[in-house]
């Protein structure tokens, strides 16, 4: 594994990338209890431990550049700039939620900060993230799009359809593939016969490379020379992050085939707990300072659960608005 | 530029089908700069149907794309782009291959808008050749119209003449939201006449093709063409069919064709499509709920046997409905 280096990132951003993370995180165990309450219907993918991956990427982008997303996609929302607020009344089904209660935990989009949605379908995202790319190069806004999906979205032939086209047209778009290494339960070595998915660059023609997604600051190093290069026309960019997450496929434990000692051993390399590190070493960051970050995430999070529970329900006369652009 | 109107058609120069689609995509392209072209063989070839022919000459390379053989991408292509404003006009070749990506319609395309709250807009259109006889076999000759109308937030239109062909395009295009355009490919080379300018066929308005008052038959895509063989024979015996044609699917113009039903008291639908849960059975569904008393005799449906479509070409002929068939099931249906 490479040593954290935060060589071009100011203590701005760094900070941001810490308590992005801190979000991310509080916000993840934060619905996985809710739904273990049954306060929220339906299933939630917790993103915890994933984190530093989508913070690592999205500290490159600004609000006109396009995300897709994935049924594990909190996190990508909360990294491109979304409102906790607006997600947990998603999540209660409320009127006040990002889709108005009619999409849940699967669907969040705020197409104003491109976020073209999460995603219920393994694989759903990259043909679209091809067509957001192609719109920036007819455009010629300088835009990019990345597509986050598990390492279980590059068996559908979506993903290599996406691949090979985005190649093929030098789209700008970036192709990060989280990989926690489960496809649901299976893990991966019951899903592909090729250990590193970076290698599947070789069959677009572009460039593929493997970074620790549990260091924010190699993920945003690596992230940066890939948006960098789509940006200057010169196509798409596989990337591969190797991850972890915390909790079982749907919910926070219940069930969870996975050896335990892999899962502690994981723990141990907690991307948080990393940045940490390096902010406390650089004295960015003090303990004092760090607790009260997480403090007033953790506040931040309470009072996004009370807006949501409190938000309404949407009016049964929701039901047929917005099936068609009238 | 003026809109011409349906009144407007009678004695206008005669083009085929095609080529009255390829001057809706002229036109647009011409009046909306966001309007793109993409799919297999669609710039270089101009389709291997020729609907796009020309179009890379007037347009250039920015304007429509080549493709490769990969639906799911082209599709994807679509959403992602309209998502960001633009038009994109997308071909799947033939309607067989939606199969392919199926995903990209079924579960993006047709529900981001619904799934974010109402805030994605899906201008877009996908071009589909459908329709047997053209010795093609199983998966290269269905008409799969029904399954597309049944996914709440696409639109499916399938016009039957040159004039609704271009109509129907130039609305598909200008349309905010996903539209299939199926070409059925024994129209493509008929011809009729077609306002030279800008024209526009309303998305749900379907158009009373043959005025009659002895039964009504709602007809699709070539399946109109054989219903007016069919009542040009009728006529003879004395019985005189109305014919309507939906042209657009979905939205249906349930209107005009219950006025039609109240007036002749009968009524056939005929579709090529298998007759199992086709478009008929939504339309018969609906007249019996809203017209059963207007009705002198049950209402009768027409279409495709339950069998994929055979290539040998005596079975294909046999598989497909006709204008002896529709002539025989309304003799039958009136005089006993």
């Given at each position: 594994m490479t040593t954290p280096t935060t060589t071009q990132l100011d203590s701005e951003q760094l900070l941001w990338m810490y308590r992005t993370m801190v979000r991310i995180r509080e916000f993840e165990e934060a619905a996985g209890r809710l739904a273990e309450q049954a306060r929220i219907p339906g299933a939630v993918h917790l993103y915890a431990g994933e984190e530093a991956v989508a913070v690592g990427v999205c500290s490159n982008l600004d609000p006109e550049d396009t995300i897709t997303s994935t049924h594990r996609g909190h996190g990508h929302c909360i990294a491109k700039g979304g409102d906790v607020k607006r997600m947990f009344a998603e999540l209660f089904g409320k009127a006040d939620g990002y889709c108005h209660g009619k999409g849940g935990s699967m669907h969040i989009a705020d197409l104003e900060i491109g976020i073209l949605g999460a995603n219920g379908i393994v694989g759903g995202g990259p043909p679209i993230a091809v067509g957001s790319a192609f719109a920036a190069k007819y455009k010629k806004n300088g835009r990019v799009c990345?597509?986050?999906?598990?390492?279980?979205?590059?068996?559908?032939?979506?993903w290599h359809e996406s691949l090979n086209l985005a190649a093929l047209w030098k789209l700008p778009v970036i192709f990060v593939i989280e990989n926690n290494h489960y496809g649901e339960f299976t893990p991966q070595s019951g899903q592909g016969a090729i250990p590193r998915l970076s290698d599947r660059a070789a069959s677009y023609g572009i460039p593929g490379v493997t970074v620790d997604g549990q260091d924010v600051v190699a993920v945003n190093e690596a992230a940066r020379e890939a948006i960098a290069r789509a940006r200057a026309g010169d196509g798409p960019?596989?990337?591969?992050?190797?991850?972890?997450?915390y909790y079982n496929h749907t919910g926070m434990s219940e069930g969870d085939p996975r050896p335990a000692e892999e899962r502690a051993a994981w723990r141990e390399r907690d991307p948080i707990t990393i940045l940490r590190g390096v902010l406390t070493e650089q004295a960015i960051l003090s303990g004092e300072s760090a607790e009260r970050v997480e403090q007033e995430v953790r506040r931040e999070i309470e009072e996004a659960i009370k807006f949501g529970e409190a938000s309404p329900y949407p009016e049964l006369s929701e039901l047929l608005t917005d099936v068609y652009t009238e | 530029m003026t809109t011409a109107t349906e009144a407007t058609v009678t004695g206008q120069r005669e083009i085929t089908y095609l080529q009255a689609i390829n001057e809706a995509l002229h036109q647009e392209m011409e009046r909306d700069p966001t309007v793109f072209v993409a799919g297999v063989d669609l710039a270089a070839r101009g389709d291997v149907f020729g609907t796009t022919r020309g179009i890379l000459a007037k347009f250039g390379s920015e304007r429509i794309m080549d493709t490769p053989i990969s639906e799911n991408a082209i599709v994807g292509l679509a959403v992602g782009s309209a998502l960001q404003g633009l038009r994109p006009v997308v071909s799947v070749m033939f309607i067989d291959f939606i199969g392919v990506c199926f995903d990209v319609i079924l579960n993006q395309m047709a529900?981001?808008?619904y799934m974010f709250g109402g805030?994605?807009?899906?201008?877009?259109?996908?071009?589909?050749?459908?329709?047997a006889g053209g010795g093609m076999a199983a998966q290269h000759s269905?008409?799969?119209e029904a399954l597309l109308c049944h996914i709440p937030g696409l639109k499916v239109v399938m016009p039957s003449s040159a004039a609704d062909a271009k109509g129907l395009m130039t609305a598909a295009i200008r349309e905010d939201n996903p539209v299939f355009f199926i070409q059925h490919k024994r129209c493509s080379r008929m011809r009729g006449p077609v306002p030279e300018g800008e024209y526009v066929?309303?998305?749900?308005?379907?158009?009373?093709v043959r005025e009659g008052r002895d039964i009504t038959i709602v007809a699709t895509a070539y399946m109109v063409h054989e219903a007016l063989a069919a009542a040009e024979r009728l006529a003879e015996r004395g019985i005189e069919a109305e014919i309507v044609d939906p042209r657009s699917l979905q939205p249906l113009d349930t209107p005009t064709i219950l006025a039609s039903v109240q007036k002749t008291h009968r009524v056939l639908t005929v579709h090529e499509a298998v007759q199992f849960g086709g478009i008929g059975?939504?339309?018969?569904?609906?007249?019996?709920?809203?017209?059963?008393?207007?009705?002198d005799a049950p209402p009768i449906r027409l279409g495709g046997p339950w069998s994929p479509v055979p290539y040998s070409q005596p079975l294909e002929q046999e598989w497909i409905v006709n204008a002896n068939d529709i002539h025989d099931a309304v003799v039958k249906l009136i005089e006993g």
């Open positions: 990345v597509c986050f999906t598990g390492d279980g979205a590059t068996n559908e032939g979506t960019t596989l990337i591969e992050a190797d991850t972890y997450r | 529900k981001n808008k805030k994605a807009r899906l201008p877009l259109v996908v071009l589909a050749n459908a329709g269905q008409s799969l066929v309303p998305l749900g308005s379907a158009k009373v059975a939504e339309i018969t569904a609906q007249i019996a709920a809203e017209a059963f008393d207007y009705l």
